[in-house]
Protein backbone atom coordinates (compact mmCIF):
# COMPACT_ATOMS: atom_id res chain seq x y z
CA UNK A 1 0.00 0.00 0.00
CA UNK A 2 2.72 2.55 1.09
CA UNK A 3 4.53 1.65 -2.44
CA UNK A 4 1.79 2.25 -4.33
CA UNK A 5 1.08 5.84 -2.99
CA UNK A 6 5.00 6.92 -3.56
CA UNK A 7 4.46 6.33 -7.07
CA UNK A 8 1.32 7.81 -7.35
CA UNK A 9 3.23 10.90 -5.71
CA UNK A 10 6.12 10.17 -8.24
CA UNK A 11 3.61 10.53 -10.94
CA UNK A 12 1.93 13.49 -9.32
CA UNK A 13 5.22 15.40 -9.71
CA UNK A 14 5.79 14.17 -13.34
CA UNK A 15 2.81 15.75 -13.96
CA UNK A 16 3.58 19.04 -12.08
CA UNK A 17 6.77 19.48 -13.88
CA UNK A 18 5.77 18.63 -17.06
CA UNK A 19 2.68 20.59 -17.11
CA UNK A 20 5.00 23.66 -15.42
CA UNK A 21 7.37 23.32 -18.58
CA UNK A 22 4.08 23.24 -21.01
CA UNK A 23 3.59 26.50 -19.35
CA UNK A 24 6.11 28.61 -19.64
CA UNK A 25 7.03 27.14 -23.19
CA UNK A 26 3.50 28.67 -23.62
CA UNK A 27 4.88 31.97 -22.42
CA UNK A 28 8.10 31.92 -24.15
CA UNK A 29 6.15 31.49 -27.63
CA UNK A 30 4.17 34.12 -26.99
CA UNK A 31 6.86 36.45 -26.50
CA UNK A 32 8.65 35.23 -29.34
CA UNK A 33 5.55 35.86 -31.36
CA UNK A 34 5.40 39.53 -30.37
CA UNK A 35 9.16 40.43 -31.19
CA UNK A 36 8.67 38.76 -34.59
CA UNK A 37 5.77 40.89 -35.10
CA UNK A 38 7.49 43.68 -34.07
CA UNK A 39 10.39 43.06 -36.20
CA UNK A 40 8.25 42.56 -39.33
CA UNK A 41 6.00 46.15 -38.38
CA UNK A 42 9.44 47.81 -38.25
CA UNK A 43 10.95 45.93 -41.23
CA UNK A 44 7.18 46.92 -42.94
CA UNK A 45 6.39 43.41 -43.42
CA UNK A 46 2.41 44.07 -42.38
CA UNK A 47 1.11 40.49 -42.89
CA UNK A 48 3.43 38.68 -41.22
CA UNK A 49 3.39 41.60 -38.46
CA UNK A 50 -0.49 40.58 -38.08
CA UNK A 51 -0.11 36.92 -37.92
CA UNK A 52 2.62 37.12 -35.07
CA UNK A 53 0.77 39.03 -33.34
CA UNK A 54 -2.50 37.51 -33.72
CA UNK A 55 -0.64 34.30 -32.81
CA UNK A 56 0.45 36.00 -29.63
CA UNK A 57 -2.56 37.29 -28.33
CA UNK A 58 -4.22 34.06 -28.98
CA UNK A 59 -1.89 32.33 -27.11
CA UNK A 60 -2.34 34.79 -24.33
CA UNK A 61 -6.25 34.72 -24.50
CA UNK A 62 -5.96 30.63 -23.89
CA UNK A 63 -3.46 31.07 -21.21
CA UNK A 64 -5.48 33.29 -19.12
CA UNK A 65 -7.62 35.26 -21.12
CA UNK A 66 -6.20 38.74 -20.81
CA UNK A 67 -3.74 39.97 -23.22
CA UNK A 68 -0.87 41.93 -21.35
CA UNK A 69 -0.92 46.05 -22.20
CA UNK A 70 2.23 46.09 -24.42
CA UNK A 71 0.62 43.19 -26.10
CA UNK A 72 -2.42 45.44 -26.72
CA UNK A 73 -0.48 48.53 -27.44
CA UNK A 74 1.88 46.67 -30.37
CA UNK A 75 -1.42 45.27 -31.91
CA UNK A 76 -3.11 48.30 -32.20
CA UNK A 77 -0.42 49.43 -34.30
CA UNK A 78 -0.19 46.52 -36.41
CA UNK A 79 -4.25 46.53 -36.74
CA UNK A 80 -4.30 50.08 -37.58
CA UNK A 81 -1.87 49.33 -40.47
CA UNK A 82 -3.37 46.39 -42.06
CA UNK A 83 -6.86 48.27 -42.10
CA UNK A 84 -5.59 50.90 -43.92
CA UNK A 85 -3.95 48.24 -46.63
CA UNK A 86 -7.42 46.93 -46.70
CA UNK A 87 -9.06 50.15 -47.18
CA UNK A 88 -6.43 51.04 -50.20
CA UNK A 89 -7.00 47.58 -51.70
CA UNK A 90 -10.26 46.08 -50.26
CA UNK A 91 -10.15 42.49 -49.98
CA UNK A 92 -13.32 40.49 -48.19
CA UNK A 93 -11.76 38.12 -46.35
CA UNK A 94 -9.08 39.87 -44.99
CA UNK A 95 -11.81 42.24 -43.75
CA UNK A 96 -13.93 39.60 -42.16
CA UNK A 97 -11.13 38.62 -40.17
CA UNK A 98 -10.33 41.73 -38.81
CA UNK A 99 -14.19 42.44 -37.94
CA UNK A 100 -14.03 38.88 -36.32
CA UNK A 101 -11.18 39.36 -34.13
CA UNK A 102 -12.12 42.86 -32.91
CA UNK A 103 -15.71 41.72 -32.08
CA UNK A 104 -14.92 38.56 -30.63
CA UNK A 105 -11.18 37.16 -29.79
CA UNK A 106 -9.47 40.31 -28.87
CA UNK A 107 -12.37 43.33 -28.29
CA UNK A 108 -9.28 44.73 -25.96
CA UNK A 109 -7.61 46.21 -29.28
CA UNK A 110 -10.73 47.93 -30.15
CA UNK A 111 -9.96 51.74 -29.65
CA UNK A 112 -11.47 54.81 -31.58
CA UNK A 113 -8.97 54.98 -34.17
CA UNK A 114 -9.68 51.50 -35.14
CA UNK A 115 -13.56 51.86 -35.19
CA UNK A 116 -12.98 54.62 -37.34
CA UNK A 117 -11.42 52.64 -39.77
CA UNK A 118 -13.34 49.83 -40.01
CA UNK A 119 -17.12 52.27 -40.45
CA UNK A 120 -14.51 54.02 -43.31
CA UNK A 121 -14.08 50.78 -44.95
CA UNK A 122 -17.99 49.75 -44.58
CA UNK A 123 -19.09 52.77 -45.85
CA UNK A 124 -16.27 52.39 -48.82
CA UNK A 125 -18.20 48.82 -49.52
CA UNK A 126 -21.64 49.90 -49.62
CA UNK A 127 -20.57 52.65 -52.14
CA UNK A 128 -19.08 50.10 -54.36
CA UNK A 129 -22.31 47.90 -54.53
CA UNK A 130 -23.92 51.55 -55.02
CA UNK A 131 -21.73 52.39 -57.77
CA UNK A 132 -22.01 48.34 -59.22
CA UNK A 133 -25.92 48.79 -58.98
CA UNK A 134 -25.88 52.00 -60.92
CA UNK A 135 -23.65 50.41 -63.67
CA UNK A 136 -25.85 47.65 -63.72
CA UNK A 137 -28.75 50.18 -64.00
CA UNK A 138 -27.28 52.16 -66.92
CA UNK A 139 -26.58 48.85 -69.19
CA UNK A 140 -30.34 48.21 -69.01
CA UNK A 141 -30.99 51.90 -70.28
CA UNK A 142 -28.84 51.24 -73.09
CA UNK A 143 -30.72 48.12 -73.95
CA UNK A 144 -33.88 49.09 -73.54
CA UNK A 145 -33.37 51.84 -75.57
CA UNK A 146 -31.52 50.18 -78.39
CA UNK A 147 -34.82 47.54 -78.31
CA UNK A 148 -36.98 50.64 -78.78
CA UNK A 149 -35.31 52.70 -82.05
CA UNK A 150 -35.39 48.23 -83.22
CA UNK A 151 -38.85 48.26 -82.89
CA UNK A 152 -39.22 51.77 -84.15
CA UNK A 153 -37.78 50.46 -87.68
CA UNK A 154 -39.87 47.50 -87.31
CA UNK A 155 -42.81 49.40 -87.13
CA UNK A 156 -41.97 51.92 -90.11
CA UNK A 157 -41.05 48.87 -92.34
CA UNK A 158 -43.97 46.64 -91.32
CA UNK A 159 -46.43 50.23 -92.04
CA UNK A 160 -45.06 50.84 -95.47
CA UNK A 161 -45.76 47.26 -96.37
CA UNK A 162 -49.03 47.13 -95.81
CA UNK A 163 -50.34 50.44 -96.80
CA UNK A 164 -53.72 51.08 -96.69
CA UNK A 165 -54.72 47.69 -96.65
CA UNK A 166 -54.27 47.81 -92.56
CA UNK A 167 -54.97 51.31 -91.38
CA UNK A 168 -56.51 50.27 -87.38
CA UNK A 169 -53.82 48.32 -87.35
CA UNK A 170 -51.79 51.30 -88.37
CA UNK A 171 -53.46 53.31 -85.95
CA UNK A 172 -52.99 50.86 -83.52
CA UNK A 173 -49.19 51.09 -84.41
CA UNK A 174 -49.25 54.86 -84.01
CA UNK A 175 -50.30 54.14 -80.95
CA UNK A 176 -47.57 51.79 -79.29
CA UNK A 177 -45.00 54.11 -81.08
CA UNK A 178 -46.22 56.89 -79.10
CA UNK A 179 -46.03 54.93 -75.92
CA UNK A 180 -42.85 54.05 -77.10
CA UNK A 181 -41.70 57.42 -77.56
CA UNK A 182 -43.28 58.44 -74.03
CA UNK A 183 -41.20 55.84 -72.27
CA UNK A 184 -37.96 57.16 -74.31
CA UNK A 185 -38.77 60.46 -72.87
CA UNK A 186 -38.84 58.97 -69.40
CA UNK A 187 -35.82 56.97 -70.21
CA UNK A 188 -33.85 60.41 -71.31
CA UNK A 189 -35.15 61.80 -67.97
CA UNK A 190 -33.71 58.80 -66.02
CA UNK A 191 -30.70 59.02 -67.88
CA UNK A 192 -30.02 62.81 -67.47
CA UNK A 193 -30.82 62.48 -63.40
CA UNK A 194 -28.19 59.48 -63.73
CA UNK A 195 -25.47 62.05 -65.78
CA UNK A 196 -26.16 64.76 -63.03
CA UNK A 197 -25.81 62.19 -59.58
CA UNK A 198 -22.27 60.76 -61.75
CA UNK A 199 -21.41 64.53 -62.11
CA UNK A 200 -22.28 64.31 -58.11
CA UNK A 201 -20.22 61.78 -57.77
CA UNK A 202 -17.02 62.73 -59.95
CA UNK A 203 -17.09 66.30 -58.05
CA UNK A 204 -16.91 64.73 -54.44
CA UNK A 205 -14.27 62.17 -55.20
CA UNK A 206 -12.20 65.30 -56.63
CA UNK A 207 -12.65 67.19 -53.84
CA UNK A 208 -11.63 63.70 -51.27
CA UNK A 209 -8.40 63.51 -53.72
CA UNK A 210 -7.41 67.01 -52.96
CA UNK A 211 -8.10 66.69 -49.28
CA UNK A 212 -5.87 63.77 -49.22
CA UNK A 213 -3.31 65.55 -51.67
CA UNK A 214 -3.46 68.56 -49.14
CA UNK A 215 -3.13 65.81 -46.10
CA UNK A 216 -0.31 63.91 -47.50
CA UNK A 217 1.89 67.69 -48.35
CA UNK A 218 0.77 68.52 -44.61
CA UNK A 219 2.35 65.46 -43.69
CA UNK A 220 5.38 65.84 -45.84
CA UNK A 221 6.04 69.25 -44.47
CA UNK A 222 5.62 67.81 -40.52
CA UNK A 223 8.29 65.27 -41.54
CA UNK A 224 10.94 67.87 -42.88
CA UNK A 225 10.12 70.21 -39.84
CA UNK A 226 10.84 67.11 -37.53
CA UNK A 227 14.09 66.51 -39.38
CA UNK A 228 14.94 70.18 -39.36
CA UNK A 229 14.41 70.23 -35.58
CA UNK A 230 16.81 66.71 -34.95
CA UNK A 231 19.38 68.81 -37.16
CA UNK A 232 19.33 71.73 -35.10
CA UNK A 233 19.61 69.99 -32.12
CA UNK A 234 23.30 69.48 -33.29
CA UNK A 235 23.64 73.03 -33.88
CA UNK A 236 22.09 74.18 -30.52
CA UNK A 237 24.40 71.88 -28.68
CA UNK A 238 27.37 73.52 -30.35
CA UNK A 239 25.92 76.99 -29.56
CA UNK A 240 25.88 76.05 -25.86
CA UNK A 241 29.82 75.26 -25.91
CA UNK A 242 30.41 78.83 -27.54
CA UNK A 243 28.02 80.77 -25.05
CA UNK A 244 29.47 79.00 -22.28
CA UNK A 245 33.61 79.73 -22.46
CA UNK A 246 35.63 82.49 -21.62
CA UNK A 247 39.06 83.35 -23.20
CA UNK A 248 41.09 81.46 -20.21
CA UNK A 249 44.34 79.59 -20.57
CA UNK A 250 42.77 75.59 -20.80
CA UNK A 251 46.08 73.84 -19.49
CA UNK A 252 45.96 76.37 -16.34
CA UNK A 253 42.52 75.36 -15.81
CA UNK A 254 42.77 72.05 -16.86
CA UNK A 255 45.08 71.81 -13.80
CA UNK A 256 43.10 72.97 -11.37
CA UNK A 257 40.11 71.05 -12.22
CA UNK A 258 41.75 68.08 -12.25
CA UNK A 259 40.00 66.96 -16.16
CA UNK A 260 43.17 67.26 -18.28
CA UNK A 261 46.54 65.77 -18.35
CA UNK A 262 49.58 65.23 -20.78
CA UNK A 263 47.23 62.83 -22.81
CA UNK A 264 44.08 64.90 -23.21
CA UNK A 265 40.96 64.19 -20.74
CA UNK A 266 41.19 62.16 -17.27
CA UNK A 267 37.97 60.88 -16.88
CA UNK A 268 38.49 56.91 -15.79
CA UNK A 269 38.26 57.53 -11.81
CA UNK A 270 37.97 61.14 -11.81
CA UNK A 271 34.28 60.69 -10.21
CA UNK A 272 34.45 65.16 -10.52
CA UNK A 273 31.09 66.04 -11.59
CA UNK A 274 31.12 69.98 -10.55
CA UNK A 275 32.77 72.66 -12.64
CA UNK A 276 35.57 74.63 -10.93
CA UNK A 277 35.13 78.28 -9.86
CA UNK A 278 36.87 79.67 -12.51
CA UNK A 279 35.50 80.49 -15.86
CA UNK A 280 35.71 77.71 -18.28
CA UNK A 281 38.15 78.43 -21.69
CA UNK A 282 37.22 79.07 -25.09
CA UNK A 283 38.00 77.47 -27.21
CA UNK A 284 39.73 78.25 -30.05
CA UNK A 285 37.92 78.42 -33.64
CA UNK A 286 40.89 75.09 -34.59
CA UNK A 287 38.80 73.25 -31.88
CA UNK A 288 35.69 74.26 -32.58
CA UNK A 289 35.89 72.78 -35.68
CA UNK A 290 38.11 69.68 -34.96
CA UNK A 291 34.46 68.95 -32.11
CA UNK A 292 32.08 69.78 -35.53
CA UNK A 293 34.11 67.69 -37.33
CA UNK A 294 34.41 64.92 -34.78
CA UNK A 295 30.47 64.90 -33.83
CA UNK A 296 29.81 64.14 -37.71
CA UNK A 297 32.01 61.77 -38.29
CA UNK A 298 30.80 60.16 -35.10
CA UNK A 299 26.94 60.50 -36.38
CA UNK A 300 27.79 58.59 -39.26
CA UNK A 301 29.42 55.76 -37.66
CA UNK A 302 26.30 55.54 -35.34
CA UNK A 303 24.13 55.58 -38.00
CA UNK A 304 25.92 52.62 -39.27
CA UNK A 305 26.24 50.84 -35.35
CA UNK A 306 22.43 51.56 -35.33
CA UNK A 307 21.60 49.67 -38.54
CA UNK A 308 23.66 45.97 -37.93
CA UNK A 309 22.07 46.32 -34.48
CA UNK A 310 18.56 47.21 -35.77
CA UNK A 311 18.11 49.43 -33.01
CA UNK A 312 16.58 52.63 -34.83
CA UNK A 313 17.54 56.08 -33.14
CA UNK A 314 19.64 54.78 -30.71
CA UNK A 315 22.75 56.46 -31.52
CA UNK A 316 20.88 59.78 -31.35
CA UNK A 317 18.34 59.14 -28.49
CA UNK A 318 22.17 57.71 -26.39
CA UNK A 319 23.67 60.60 -27.10
CA UNK A 320 21.29 63.06 -26.59
CA UNK A 321 20.50 61.88 -22.91
CA UNK A 322 24.30 61.86 -22.34
CA UNK A 323 24.83 65.25 -23.29
CA UNK A 324 21.88 66.26 -20.84
CA UNK A 325 22.74 64.23 -18.42
CA UNK A 326 26.68 65.75 -18.09
CA UNK A 327 25.84 69.02 -18.18
CA UNK A 328 22.54 68.50 -15.52
CA UNK A 329 25.97 66.76 -13.64
CA UNK A 330 27.41 70.34 -14.20
CA UNK A 331 30.03 68.92 -16.55
CA UNK A 332 31.78 71.60 -18.48
CA UNK A 333 30.29 72.36 -21.89
CA UNK A 334 33.19 71.56 -23.44
CA UNK A 335 33.66 67.79 -22.00
CA UNK A 336 30.24 67.30 -22.34
CA UNK A 337 29.94 67.91 -26.30
CA UNK A 338 32.78 65.24 -26.40
CA UNK A 339 30.91 62.71 -24.06
CA UNK A 340 28.14 63.71 -26.32
CA UNK A 341 30.36 62.25 -29.06
CA UNK A 342 31.33 59.40 -27.52
CA UNK A 343 27.67 58.74 -26.78
CA UNK A 344 27.39 57.73 -30.43
CA UNK A 345 29.89 55.01 -30.85
CA UNK A 346 30.37 53.65 -27.70
CA UNK A 347 29.04 50.19 -29.62
CA UNK A 348 31.14 50.21 -32.70
CA UNK A 349 32.80 47.12 -31.85
CA UNK A 350 29.37 45.65 -32.70
CA UNK A 351 30.65 46.46 -36.56
CA UNK A 352 33.27 43.38 -35.84
CA UNK A 353 30.52 40.88 -34.73
CA UNK A 354 29.25 38.58 -37.95
CA UNK A 355 25.64 39.55 -38.72
CA UNK A 356 23.93 36.15 -38.20
CA UNK A 357 24.92 36.65 -34.83
CA UNK A 358 23.49 39.81 -34.20
CA UNK A 359 20.58 38.59 -36.09
CA UNK A 360 20.10 35.28 -33.95
CA UNK A 361 17.16 34.63 -32.27
CA UNK A 362 19.09 32.79 -29.91
CA UNK A 363 22.28 32.53 -28.57
CA UNK A 364 24.63 30.00 -28.11
CA UNK A 365 27.80 30.13 -25.50
CA UNK A 366 29.68 30.58 -28.10
CA UNK A 367 27.72 33.66 -30.19
CA UNK A 368 27.44 35.15 -26.53
CA UNK A 369 30.99 35.42 -25.90
CA UNK A 370 31.14 36.93 -29.44
CA UNK A 371 29.21 39.58 -28.78
CA UNK A 372 30.45 40.23 -25.24
CA UNK A 373 33.68 40.79 -27.08
CA UNK A 374 32.43 43.73 -28.78
CA UNK A 375 33.99 46.19 -25.91
CA UNK A 376 37.71 45.05 -27.07
CA UNK A 377 37.31 45.82 -30.82
CA UNK A 378 36.65 49.80 -30.87
CA UNK A 379 39.96 50.68 -31.27
CA UNK A 380 40.38 49.90 -35.28
CA UNK A 381 37.34 51.95 -35.68
CA UNK A 382 38.32 55.14 -33.62
CA UNK A 383 41.40 56.04 -35.18
CA UNK A 384 39.57 59.26 -36.43
CA UNK A 385 39.84 60.58 -33.00
CA UNK A 386 41.98 63.30 -32.02
CA UNK A 387 44.35 61.82 -29.79
CA UNK A 388 43.71 64.41 -26.43
CA UNK A 389 39.81 62.39 -26.35
CA UNK A 390 41.16 58.99 -26.78
CA UNK A 391 40.51 58.07 -23.09
CA UNK A 392 36.87 59.50 -23.15
CA UNK A 393 36.05 57.31 -26.74
CA UNK A 394 38.16 54.25 -24.86
CA UNK A 395 36.44 54.62 -21.71
CA UNK A 396 32.74 54.66 -23.27
CA UNK A 397 33.76 51.37 -25.43
CA UNK A 398 35.68 49.51 -23.09
CA UNK A 399 33.33 49.78 -20.06
CA UNK A 400 29.94 50.74 -20.33
CA UNK A 401 28.82 47.68 -18.84
CA UNK A 402 30.51 47.97 -16.00
CA UNK A 403 28.05 48.23 -12.76
CA UNK A 404 27.80 50.70 -10.00
CA UNK A 405 28.71 47.28 -7.85
CA UNK A 406 31.20 45.86 -9.13
CA UNK A 407 29.38 43.31 -10.83
CA UNK A 408 29.52 44.50 -13.91
CA UNK A 409 32.68 43.15 -16.98
CA UNK A 410 34.95 43.58 -18.24
CA UNK A 411 36.92 44.08 -15.33
CA UNK A 412 34.14 44.16 -12.64
CA UNK A 413 34.73 48.43 -11.58
CA UNK A 414 32.81 49.46 -8.56
CA UNK A 415 31.32 52.82 -7.80
CA UNK A 416 33.39 55.70 -9.01
CA UNK A 417 36.00 53.88 -10.21
CA UNK A 418 34.27 53.39 -13.07
CA UNK A 419 34.96 56.01 -15.45
CA UNK A 420 32.24 59.38 -15.38
CA UNK A 421 31.75 58.76 -19.72
CA UNK A 422 30.80 54.99 -18.88
CA UNK A 423 28.56 55.81 -15.70
CA UNK A 424 26.28 57.86 -17.57
CA UNK A 425 26.56 55.73 -21.01
CA UNK A 426 25.43 52.74 -18.64
CA UNK A 427 21.80 54.55 -17.45
CA UNK A 428 21.34 56.38 -20.66
CA UNK A 429 21.45 53.18 -22.74
CA UNK A 430 19.37 51.29 -19.86
CA UNK A 431 16.77 53.96 -20.24
CA UNK A 432 16.44 54.39 -23.81
CA UNK A 433 16.03 50.44 -24.53
CA UNK A 434 13.50 50.67 -21.69
CA UNK A 435 11.65 53.25 -22.95
CA UNK A 436 11.75 52.30 -27.04
CA UNK A 437 9.01 50.71 -28.72
CA UNK A 438 11.59 47.89 -29.05
CA UNK A 439 11.22 47.03 -25.61
CA UNK A 440 8.45 44.72 -24.04
CA UNK A 441 9.78 44.11 -20.71
CA UNK A 442 7.73 46.05 -18.19
CA UNK A 443 5.82 49.03 -20.52
CA UNK A 444 7.55 51.63 -22.96
CA UNK A 445 6.21 54.81 -21.35
CA UNK A 446 9.66 56.60 -19.32
CA UNK A 447 7.68 56.68 -15.76
CA UNK A 448 8.23 53.38 -15.50
CA UNK A 449 11.45 52.92 -17.05
CA UNK A 450 12.45 55.42 -14.37
CA UNK A 451 11.00 53.08 -12.03
CA UNK A 452 12.78 50.29 -13.17
CA UNK A 453 16.28 52.02 -12.98
CA UNK A 454 15.74 52.97 -9.29
CA UNK A 455 14.51 49.67 -8.62
CA UNK A 456 17.90 48.42 -10.19
CA UNK A 457 20.11 50.58 -7.91
CA UNK A 458 23.17 48.42 -7.26
CA UNK A 459 23.53 48.72 -11.05
CA UNK A 460 23.60 52.49 -11.70
CA UNK A 461 25.25 55.67 -9.98
CA UNK A 462 22.64 57.12 -8.10
CA UNK A 463 23.99 60.67 -9.13
CA UNK A 464 23.41 59.76 -12.67
CA UNK A 465 19.51 58.52 -12.17
CA UNK A 466 18.74 61.47 -10.00
CA UNK A 467 20.05 63.74 -13.09
CA UNK A 468 18.21 61.43 -15.35
CA UNK A 469 14.93 62.27 -13.20
CA UNK A 470 15.77 65.96 -13.63
CA UNK A 471 16.02 65.65 -17.22
CA UNK A 472 13.16 63.67 -18.25
Known amino acids: MLRSRKILAVLFGLICLTWSGFAQATVNLAERYLNQAYDAFEDGDIELAYKRINAAMKINVSQDGIIPANTVAQARLIYKQKLLKVQKKYNEADFIEIKTNLEQDFKAINNKEITTLVRQIEAKVVQAEKDKADAKQSEFQNALKTSIEEANESSKAAIEELGTKMIEQQEKSNENVNRYIEQNEKNNQQTQHSFRMLFILILVVVVVVLLVILLIVAIVRAAAKANRQQQQQYVEAFKLLAAN ?55 DLGAQIDQVTGRKNNSKNVSELVFK ?65 WNVFEDAAKFHHENFDGSGRPQGLKGKDIPDIARIIRAADSFNALSSRRSFRGGTDKETALEILEQQANLYDPDVIDALKDII
Not at 260 to 269: E, H, P, R, S, V
Not at 282 to 290: A, G, W, Y
Open 325 to 389: IATKLGVRQHDAMVYFCAGMVYDVGFLDIPEEVLQAESLTPEQRAQIDEHINKAESHLMFVPRRY
Open 245 to 299: QSQTNQIMIGGIAGLYGDDGLKLAGSGTWSQSALPEPEDTPEEKEELRNLAAKCE
